[in-house]
Each structure stands twice: as C-alpha cells, then as structure tokens.
C-alpha cells in the first residue's frame, strides 16, 4: 500500500503568463514513508524544483474560466525509472469533476500537462537521478491563487 506524505513546502510557479494578481500553485507531494534525513529533504527540495520548471512550461492556468480559484485539481502519477509515464494519470481530487464543467476543464489541463511535461529529467539530475524511489510516484495539485 503506498502511504503518502505530505510536504509542507509548495511549488511556487511565479513569472509565468498570467493576469496581474495571479499566481499558480502547483505543490508536490511525494509518495514515500517520511524520513527525517537532511539528505533526504534535499532530495525532495530538488524534486519539487524539478516538478514547477517542468509544469512552468506545460500547464495552462485555468485563468479563462470563471473563479478560476476554485479550481484546485490534485493529480497522482508513477513515472518509470527513465523519467517516462508509467500508466495514466489519477485523478485525486475533485472526484465528481465531471459534473462541472470549469472543473472538467482544469482536469483535462492538469492532465495534459502531466503527459506533456514527460519524460521528466529525474534521471538525469546529480542528486535524485540514483534515488529513483524518491521520484518514482508523485502527486501534484495545481490552483490558480489569486
């Protein structure tokens, strides 16, 4: 069973294109037991660096769609050790989404991105390259903050 942690830090994505007031908020939550190691925290710390420049460049705010505040999405993924998706995008919350269709919209986007930010450069990366369990289930939520 996985537990999921969840990291107090968010990802903060400030400077994309967005209206004067807004900005994105996409946080990260890693898909691990906690560990306390200050290694460990260094790792997460980079992943969510990773997470925001990867969505900075693939996810389309859902500032056209009315209160677009009220539109957070949390999104779970698995990525295969070469950074690629490895199944299909979960969403986690809203779980009656389809009933609405501005949230439906900003479901479709947060998932859109997800798939079109991969592969992710995990692998690649010095400090979370080698620790593929660190990396390897994520969960992402995005919201518009105004």
């Known amino acids: 069973m996985v537990r999921l942690l969840a990291l107090l830090a968010a ?23 906690p560990l306390v190691t200050n290694e460990q925290a260094m790792r997460e710390d980079r992943v969510r660096t990773i997470l925001a420049e990867q969505m900075r460049r693939c996810w389309q705010m859902p500032i056209d769609l009315p209160n677009p505040e009220r539109l957070s999405v949390t999104v779970a993924f698995e990525l295969n050790p070469d950074g690629t998706l490895r199944g299909t995008p979960r969403v986690v919350s809203p779980r009656n989404y ?49």
């Open 11 to 33: 990802i903060w994505l400030v400077g994309c294109a967005s209206p004067v007031g807004a900005q994105e908020q996409p946080s990260a939550t890693l898909a691990r037991p």
């Open 98 to 146: 389809q009933f609405d269709a501005h949230y439906r919209t900003a479901v479709e986007r947060a998932i859109r991105a997800i798939r079109e930010c991969a592969p992710y450069p995990f692998p690649n990366d010095e400090i979370v390259g080698p620790h593929y369990g660190v990396w390897d289930e994520l969960e992402l939520h995005f919201h518009v903050r105004p």
